[in-house]
């Protein structure tokens, strides 16, 4: 039986590859009502993360570039969700 590697999707931007890297890391969740990111303040994901971004960054991108590119996805996202009522 061929068994072949899931390939990871096609990500066209550095911000949205950021983002797809926080998410698998854990370190980020989507609102399941709204679809807003959520910093989960996981102090282990977030290094996951930057462990990944600098071990596998996206062709022709530095590892210090792509681990800039997930800082500013971190430091641009909060904790709550600005549509629930309550966060």
Do not use: Y
Request: aromatic content about 4%; some cysteine; proline content about 8%.
């Amino acid at each position: 039986m061929l068994m072949t590697k899931q390939r990871r999707p096609a990500i066209r931007t550095l911000r949205g590859w950021a983002i797809n890297v926080l998410n698998e890391a854990g370190a980020i969740r989507e609102c399941e009502d709204h679809g807003w990111m959520q910093d989960r303040a996981d102090p282990h994901a977030r290094e996951r993360a930057f462990d990944i971004a600098r071990r596998d960054p996206p062709a022709d991108v530095s590892p210090d570039a792509a681990a800039a590119a997930v800082r500013d996805v971190l430091d641009s996202i909060g904790d709550t969700c600005p549509e629930c009522p309550f966060g």
